[in-house]
């Protein structure tokens, strides 16, 4: 078995493996089988060359602490500019695609406090009607029923999260002469109850 040959070739699958660790997501095992293929080439380099030459162990060695940074350097500096590795690195989004986003967002939080009306039941997520615009709403982790009151209390990406209004919302359409009326025969019936003769 030659031993020189399997440390070359593992040291250069090696440090192929540790290239493809930084731009593929693996979770680490790319970077495992790395290390395991590097150690496989010292042991193999050993074998070779510890006891008949020493120098060439040396130079082995210092070959070997000289490539891993060097070609993990080059990698980063040119591979992004490669055609593979365009199609394997997402490209930084434009400066038009950020803005659009950031518009969107801007646009969202300025409903931050106001009043609108679910359209669709929550389970927890949904559709919220608010000045006159429907938005993709969530609420905090609980049903809610359409056709009622919430209010936009925060912002999580591009919904709305939202909560249920505790008090009757007062209809802006109606005149005050109507709100005064309704809001008396709200007042008659709810004391509506009779007394018990002592």
């Not at 250069?12 to 089988?33: D, H, K, T, Y």
């Not at 150690?39 to 082995?60: D, K």
């Not at 350097?73 to 690195?89: L, S």
């Not at 969202?108 to 615009?133: A, D, M, W």
């Amino acid at each position: 078995m030659d031993y020189s040959l399997i440390a070359i070739l593992a040291l250069a699958v090696a440090l192929m493996m540790l290239v493809a660790e930084i731009f593929l997501p693996s979770g680490g095992l790319i970077a495992v089988l790395a290390l395991t293929s590097l150690a496989a080439s010292v042991w193999a380099a050993w074998m070779a060359w510890w006891g008949s030459s020493p120098g060439l162990w040396w130079t082995y060695i210092a070959s070997v602490i000289v490539l891993i940074p060097t070609t993990l350097g080059f990698a980063v500096r040119f591979f992004p500019n490669t055609a593979w590795g365009k199609k394997v690195i997402h490209e930084v989004p434009t400066l038009d695609e950020v803005t659009g986003f950031q518009e969107e967002t801007a646009h969202l939080r300025s409903l931050i406090g106001k009043i609108g009306k679910t359209q669709t039941l929550l389970n927890p997520s949904g559709f919220v009607l608010v000045n006159h615009e429907r938005h993709h709403c969530e609420s905090q982790g609980m049903i809610v029923d359409s056709q009622v009151d919430v209010e936009i209390i925060a912002v999580e990406g591009t919904r709305l999260v939202v909560k249920v209004v505790k008090q009757p919302v007062v209809d802006e359409t109606k005149s005050g002469d109507e709100s005064a009326a309704s809001d008396k025969s709200m007042a008659d019936e709810s004391l509506d109850f009779e007394v018990p003769d002592s």
